[in-house]
């Protein structure tokens, strides 16, 4: 298993630019979520999803669009980016049937917005 | 969710036990408590977790206070590649359960 993949690992945008922050799984796992991470803030909730067809509002989700049509892919989109949204995001997985407390994370894409 | 808190950093000698304090005097009875770690440029990996007794697996143990107000991840051999962010999170085992992390603490082995 690849386990959880994100591309592309590292992204410059300009400013009002748009992009889509991929991220697929190949666990089967119903839970998908996406992350930011700052200096000094640890990381952060942005949409997270508990199957295909439904997603949800973490802690910071202003400025970011999510979908799920598949159990395996579950994209970030920015709409037009800013340079507060410079960050590195995460996505992870975890499977409703293993646990609640072991999510698997992917490898991180690193974005600066200029 | 119960907030954590946690010392900023802290370093170990190689080959000795680590010992990370979380404090989470909030914690709710239905609360459990996990740990993560992230080495640098990495994303975060599952350690561990519990509710109210100790736990201990291949990679550290993990001991509650009876109160449950804190806790303290141990790696009982550190290791350099045992360098890197470890993150307290105090949740629920039901629903979405998505965790939240704070800021955790910053463990360095030194060699």
């Known amino acids: 298993n690849a386990g959880v993949t994100q591309t592309p690992k590292f992204q410059v945008l300009k400013t009002g630019q748009s992009m889509t922050l991929q991220c697929a799984q190949d666990m089967n796992h119903e839970y998908m979520s996406w992350y930011r991470q700052d200096p000094g803030m640890g990381l952060r909730l942005i949409h997270y999803?508990?199957?295909?067809?439904?997603?949800d509002q973490g802690e910071v989700p202003n400025g970011y669009n999510v979908s799920r049509s598949t159990t395996e892919d579950f994209p970030l989109r920015l709409l037009s980016a800013a340079p507060s949204q410079t960050s590195v995001y995460f996505c992870?997985?975890?499977?409703?049937?293993?646990?609640?407390?072991?999510?698997?994370f992917g490898p991180g894409t690193r974005l600066t917005v200029t | 969710d119960a907030k954590t808190t946690q010392p900023p950093s802290m370093d170990c000698a190689e080959g000795r036990a680590a010992n990370l304090p979380c404090n989470h005097s909030?914690?709710?009875?239905?609360?459990?408590v996990y740990w993560y770690r992230q080495i640098h440029s990495q994303g975060p990996q599952y350690i561990i977790h519990?509710?109210?007794n100790n736990e201990t697996n291949e990679m550290a143990s993990l001991i509650i206070t009876e109160d449950r107000k804190s806790s303290t991840l141990i790696l009982p051999h550190a290791t350099l590649r045992d360098t890197a962010v470890y993150y307290c999170i105090v949740r629920v085992q039901t629903g979405a359960n998505n965790l939240f992390f704070g800021t955790g603490t910053r463990l360095t082995v030194i060699p």
């Open positions: 992870a997985s975890r499977s409703w049937t293993s646990g609640y407390y072991e999510q698997y």
């Open positions: 999803s508990v199957g295909a067809g439904i997603t």
């Open positions: 909030t914690i709710s009875g239905n609360e459990y």
């Open positions: 519990g509710l109210k």
